[in-house]
């Protein structure tokens, strides 16, 4: 009786093991389309969009209701003065290697502020930007075009921001306004730079590095969809397959093993 018992237990356990693992295999595989469907929807975006010729930026009344499905990627235009006191390092990954983004508002004629995402430097280039060492707001105003980009809010992968610390990993730019007590300012950046300007960012020793947007996207999901769903269907066949060892068992007047 008690053998029968626990063979009872590990047919239950062979079965929830292979049942958890079709379910999970298949909403691996849902999520998956649902990726797959936002990144489609991302490329078509920025290629309606981000080859367009700048516009001039929203007035300051409509920035709370702007989302990036209305605006990310549009090339925008806006002009200001620098507030270098209130530049903040945002740690980044390019195409040149690792270092920071420079954020820097620009306070426009109307006394608001646009976060401006001035560019790429590397770690060595660090002491030069932080805490105002950016170049002074004296002389004429500057204009900046580049490609209007949504919050990232929290941090990166495993890490979050820590605004005391002066560490960020994304660029959040309404925590950023929040540590830096920045009024009227944009609860969204621009990007420096558009794309197919002339740059040579191999060669040039200016720093900080515009253009470095990424508009080109790796869509990969449809491979990820198909392997879960292959998954799934060994799983089924698994499935299958134990059942018919069980049938067999029980016709030979034997228990499964299990």
Known sequence: MRAAGSLALRRAAVWALLATLFIVFLSLAAWQV??????????ERVEQR??????PLSPPASWPNLTAAQAEYQP?????????QHTILSQAV???GAGFWVMTPLQQADGSRVWINRGFVPDHQRAAWLGGGAPSTDGPPVHVQGLWRANEPDGG?????????????SR???????AQKLANASPFFIDAGLPGEARDAADSTAWPRPGLTV???HNSHLVYVLTWLALAALTAVAAVLVRRHEKAA???????PG
């Open 94 to 96: 390019t195409e040149l």
């Open 157 to 169: 992968f495993l890490r979050h921001n820590d605004p005391a610390a002066g560490r960020w990993y």
């Open 172 to 178: 959040d730019v309404i925590a950023m306004a929040q």
């Open 50 to 55: 981000a080859h367009g010729q700048p516009q």
């Open 250 to 256: 029980h016709l030979g007047g034997t228990d499964a």
């Open 34 to 43: 649902q990726r797959r469907s936002w990144k489609l929807a991302l490329i």
């Open 76 to 84: 925008v235009a806006v002009s200001g003065t620098w507030l270098p």
């Open 215 to 217: 508009i080109r996207f």
